[in-house]
């Protein structure tokens, strides 16, 4: 897990500057929904009550609920 493993697009075991600007990229990509080229107080937000559901889910999953 981790934006720097799943950055070594190549897999060879070091990031170069292409695939760390192009997993920044991606990151700020999946915070700003509405594509306008900025990070808003409310997908800020949305984006903390996405990764809480996801932590809960996966919490409930081990327990086998």
């Known amino acids: ?3 720097f493993l799943s ?3 190549n897999g060879d075991q070091a ?3 292409a695939e760390f600007d ?3 990229q ?3 990509a999946k915070f ?3 594509g306008n080229g900025a990070i808003s107080a409310e997908e800020r ?3 903390k009550a996405e990764r809480r559901a996801e932590r809960q889910a996966k919490r409930g999953e081990r327990r086998g609920q």
Request: charge should be negative.
């Open 7 to 9: 950055a070594d697009a």
């Open 45 to 47: 937000e949305a984006h």
């Open 32 to 34: 700003d929904s509405d």
């Open 15 to 17: 990031i170069s500057r």
């Open 26 to 28: 991606a990151r700020f």
């Open 1 to 3: 897990g981790g934006m």
């Open 22 to 24: 192009a997993a920044v």
